[in-house]
């Protein structure tokens, strides 16, 4: 009687405990059904209805758009161009903002918090703004271009309306998200064995390279996802500053949604740039595996 | 029992006009979308407003939207419960908008001023009928360009090298460009897919600094950062004006088309009766008058006397000029358009 009652005792705990991290679960689980997986299953559904050449949905099914998206080299092209175009910018927004977080992140005092408050103000304006504020520093007659032409520069660079323009937006808009990625893996760099590092006989390049880079990667690889993602998904910036001549994932889901009306096509679309973050979840996994 | 009714019957005498002055003094509101920006403000002056007067009893709240497709792309959200009575979108939406079964037809004998339209304001397939004409203009920096421009060619010479701005395909400013070159060189028009157009565009398009000109193409135009372009006439005389002449527009010798937008009645509209009322207006002589005068789209009911001052700004007395166009066909190509343009027109400006 005794015995059954300790074996039922440990199994009642367990089954409470379960209970109520299901109960704690099922928020964030409605949540997610509500705002997440019914818009995507409804993204699905219209990926697949008919429309005639007009615009207008007919009501009936056809997977012409996905026979469409898999047939046509534009859209391979148009895929291609998104992830190198993501990749470059997170690259570029990687390199820009790792000495930042570094040196923020080994700052103290009031310095740290007035240098952190400026990296993170640019996101209290919105993007829309900060492009327009490149419009006016890279088009034919801004700063870039004045300073060129007074030091006597005969044609101005065309540092916009193109792909240029596209990344140099892309990378400035996305720092921010970067450096507050570093500075949160940042976190295990400890620099007391820098200093080991150091008294052992390596020079401040060897340290760098063996010791803080490798402690610092989940931060990067986590900084390197954000930006990826959040550059994939952009269409302000590259509709601004891309001149029309950029063609991206993004503003060709905005194009055929809000102008030319194909919404199955968009839909179509929509979920080739949800595959690709999956993909990128997936690889940024592997990475953080790897690195311990 | 007549005791009762007695008091009943003197109770509702009593009561009764208070109940009718009370229903009475409440007004009906109907939810009229159209166009934001320029076209909000113009519109609700000169036709909202005075509609609201003429009728105390009806309210109309104006819903802006950026575009037709945004319109259409509410109205299809709400198609279980509209919330929208009267919209005014381009006649190639509203077209969807028919077939998807969310306007209704508009019919001459609840609103007469039907009758009184130009025969090419209605159309054998939209519910909706023409409300407004605009046409396609080339826009220019009176400063920088000297002498005026006369010929969309003067869009492809040397001088405006990095300095044309032009809404590229699948905007239909780009498309309506195209459509001219078409004609210009013979193309047949929706059979040929309009290839004599894009094959017209590869002198324009290396001098073309952006495709995508925002906010629109008239901004970068008068702040200098473009010289010379494309736009819509109405925008074009209202940013003419409010530029103290910065900016200019006029009908190339090549020709242009004619931009439509149509008044439609949403099918199940909560205010039908009074969106009926609304459109009866907005399709009036006095209305389609003001709003001319306001904005200089030409007028699409007969009967409406234009002063002289805004109908010479409108297309109305450039008519021989004016390539046909059936917005709807073209619909129909616009993808195979659309996939010229992308591989034959936009490496060139790259």
Same mark, same amino acid.
């Given at each position: 009687?005794?015995?059954?009652?300790?074996?039922?005792?440990?199994?009642?705990?367990?089954?409470?405990?379960?209970?109520?991290?299901?109960?704690?679960?099922?928020?964030?689980?409605?949540?997610?059904?509500?705002?997440?997986?019914?818009?995507?299953?409804?993204?699905?559904?219209?990926?697949?209805?008919?429309?005639?050449?007009?615009?207008?949905?007919?009501?009936?099914?056809?997977?012409?758009?996905?026979?469409?998206?898999?047939?046509?080299?534009?859209?391979?092209?148009?895929?291609?161009?998104?992830?190198?175009?993501?990749?470059?910018?997170?690259?570029?927004?990687?390199?820009?903002?790792?000495?930042?977080?570094?040196?923020?992140?080994?700052?103290?005092?009031?310095?740290?918090?007035?240098?952190?408050?400026?990296?993170?103000?640019?996101?209290?304006?919105?993007?829309?703004?900060?492009?327009?504020?490149?419009?006016?520093?890279?088009?034919?007659?801004?700063?870039?271009?004045?300073?060129?032409?007074?030091?006597?520069?005969?044609?101005?660079?065309?540092?916009?309306?193109?792909?240029?323009?596209?990344?140099?937006?892309?990378?400035?808009?996305?720092?921010?998200?970067?450096? /507050?990625?570093?500075?949160?893996?940042?976190?295990?760099?400890?620099?007391?064995?820098?200093?080991?590092?150091?008294?052992?006989?390596?020079?401040?390049?060897?340290?760098?390279?063996?010791?803080?880079?490798?402690?610092?990667?989940?931060?990067?690889?986590?900084?390197?996802?954000?930006?990826?993602?959040?550059?994939?998904?952009?269409?302000?910036?590259?509709?601004?500053?891309?001149?029309?001549?950029?063609?991206?994932?993004?503003?060709?889901?905005?194009?055929?949604?809000?102008?030319?009306?194909?919404?199955?096509?968009?839909?179509? /679309?929509?979920?080739?740039?949800?595959?690709?973050?999956?993909?990128?979840?997936?690889?940024?996994?592997?990475? /953080?595996?790897?690195?311990? | 029992?007549?005791?009762?009714?007695? %008091?009943?019957?003197?109770?509702?005498?009593?009561?009764?006009?208070?109940?009718?002055?009370?229903?009475?003094?409440?007004?009906?509101?109907?939810?009229?979308?159209?166009?934001?920006?320029?076209?909000?403000?113009?519109?609700?002056?000169?036709?909202?407003?005075?509609?609201?007067?003429?009728?105390? +009893?009806?309210?109309?709240?104006?819903?802006?939207?950026?575009?037709?497709?945004?319109?259409?792309?509410? #109205?299809?959200?709400?198609?279980? @419960?509209?919330? &929208?009575?009267?919209?005014?979108?381009?006649?190639?939406?509203?077209? *969807?908008?028919?077939?998807?079964?969310?306007?209704?037809?508009?019919?001459?004998?609840?609103?007469?001023?039907?009758?009184?339209?130009?025969?090419?304001?209605?159309?054998?397939?939209?519910?909706?009928?023409?409300?407004?004409?605009?046409?396609?203009?080339?826009?220019?920096?009176?400063?920088? *360009?000297?002498?005026?421009?006369?010929?969309?060619?003067?869009?492809?010479?040397?001088?405006?090298?990095?300095?044309?701005?032009?809404?590229?395909?699948?905007?239909?400013?780009?498309?309506?460009?195209?459509?001219? $070159?078409?004609?210009?060189?013979? +193309?047949?028009?929706?059979?040929?897919?309009?290839?004599?157009?894009?094959?017209?565009?590869?002198?324009?398009?290396?001098?073309?600094?952006?495709?995508?000109?925002?906010?629109?193409?008239?901004?970068?135009?008068?702040?200098?950062? @473009?010289?010379?372009?494309?736009?819509?006439?109405?925008?074009?005389? %209202?940013?003419?004006?409010?530029?103290?002449?910065? #900016?200019?527009?006029?009908?190339?010798?090549?020709?242009?088309?004619?931009?439509?937008? &149509?008044?439609?009645?949403?099918?199940?509209?909560?205010?039908?009766?009074?969106?009926?009322?609304?459109?009866?207006?907005? $399709?009036?002589?006095?209305?389609?008058?003001?709003?001319?005068?306001?904005?200089?789209?030409?007028?699409?009911?007969?009967?409406?006397?234009?002063?002289?001052?805004?109908?010479?700004?409108?297309?109305?007395?450039? $008519?021989?000029?004016? &390539?046909?166009?059936?917005?709807?066909?073209?619909?129909?190509?616009?993808?195979?358009?659309?996939?010229?343009?992308?591989?034959?027109?936009?490496? $060139?400006?790259?």
């Amino acid at each position: 009687m005794s015995a059954a009652a300790t074996a039922q005792g440990p199994d009642q705990s367990r089954r409470g405990t379960t209970f109520a991290a299901t109960t704690l679960l099922v928020p964030i689980l409605l949540i997610n059904a509500i705002g997440f997986m019914l818009p995507v299953a409804n993204l699905a559904v219209i990926s697949v209805s008919e429309i005639r050449s007009s615009g207008a949905m007919t009501g009936g099914w056809s997977i012409a758009k996905w026979t469409t998206v898999a047939t046509d080299p534009f859209y391979w092209e148009l895929l291609a161009n998104t992830v190198r175009t993501s990749l470059i910018v997170t690259i570029l927004t990687l390199i820009v903002s790792y000495p930042i977080a570094l040196c923020l992140h080994r700052m103290s005092g009031a310095w740290k918090s007035i240098l952190l408050v400026l990296v993170i103000s640019p996101l209290l304006l919105s993007s829309v703004v900060r492009t327009y504020g490149w419009i006016a520093i890279l088009s034919d007659r801004g700063l870039v271009n004045s300073a060129l032409a007074a030091l006597g520069a005969q044609e101005p660079l065309r540092l916009m309306f193109n792909q240029n323009g596209v990344i140099i937006g892309l990378t400035e808009i996305l720092m921010p998200y970067m450096i /507050l990625a570093l500075l949160a893996g940042f976190g295990r760099l400890d620099p007391r064995v820098e200093e080991a590092a150091a008294t052992l006989g390596a020079p401040p390049y060897r340290v760098f390279w063996r010791v803080v880079l490798p402690l610092s990667l989940p931060g990067v690889a986590l900084g390197s996802l954000l930006t990826f993602v959040l550059a994939i998904s952009s269409f302000i910036t590259p509709k601004l500053l891309g001149g029309g001549r950029v063609f991206l994932l993004a503003t060709e889901v905005y194009d055929q949604a809000i102008v030319t009306l194909d919404w199955p096509l968009a839909a179509t /679309l929509s979920i080739i740039v949800l595959v690709v973050f999956g993909l990128a979840l997936a690889v940024y996994t592997r990475i /953080l595996r790897q690195i311990g | 029992m007549k005791r009762r009714t007695f %008091v009943a019957a003197t109770t509702s005498l009593i009561v009764a006009p208070w109940i009718n002055r009370a229903s009475a003094q409440q007004p009906v509101t109907i939810n009229v979308m159209a166009y934001t920006g320029l076209f909000q403000d113009r519109y609700t002056a000169a036709v909202v407003e005075p509609f609201m007067r003429a009728n105390p +009893g009806i309210r109309v709240n104006y819903s802006p939207l950026p575009n037709s497709a945004a319109m259409i792309g509410q #109205l299809r959200a709400q198609r279980a @419960a509209p919330q &929208v009575d009267v919209v005014i979108l381009d006649v190639t939406v509203a077209k *969807v908008g028919t077939d998807e079964g969310i306007f209704s037809r508009l019919d001459a004998t609840a609103i007469p001023e039907i009758n009184e339209l130009y025969p090419n304001a209605r159309f054998p397939n939209v519910g909706g009928v023409a409300v407004t004409f605009d046409n396609l203009v080339m826009i220019y920096n009176t400063d920088a *360009v000297k002498p005026p421009p006369t010929s969309l060619l003067d869009m492809a010479t040397a001088a405006m090298r990095g300095r044309v701005a032009i809404p590229g395909l699948p905007d239909i400013q780009g498309m309506s460009l195209v459509m001219i $070159l078409d004609k210009l060189n013979g +193309g047949p028009g929706v059979e040929g897919r309009f290839a004599k157009g894009i094959e017209a565009m590869a002198p324009i398009a290396p001098n073309v600094q952006t495709w995508e000109p925002r906010p629109d193409v008239y901004a970068p135009i008068i702040n200098g950062q @473009a010289a010379i372009g494309i736009g819509w006439n109405a925008r074009a005389q %209202v940013n003419a004006d409010t530029s103290n002449g910065k #900016l200019a527009a006029l009908i190339p010798k090549e020709g242009t088309v004619f931009q439509i937008n &149509v008044i439609n009645q949403v099918q199940g509209a909560p205010q039908a009766q009074a969106a009926q009322r609304f459109i009866s207006y907005a $399709l009036s002589a006095p209305a389609q008058k003001a709003f001319t005068e306001s904005m200089f789209y030409a007028p699409t009911n007969a009967k409406a006397e234009i002063a002289p001052s805004a109908i010479d700004r409108t297309a109305v007395k450039f $008519l021989d000029r004016v &390539v046909p166009v059936d917005w709807i066909a073209v619909a129909g190509v616009r993808d195979q358009i659309m996939d010229q343009w992308r591989r034959r027109v936009i490496p $060139l400006s790259r």
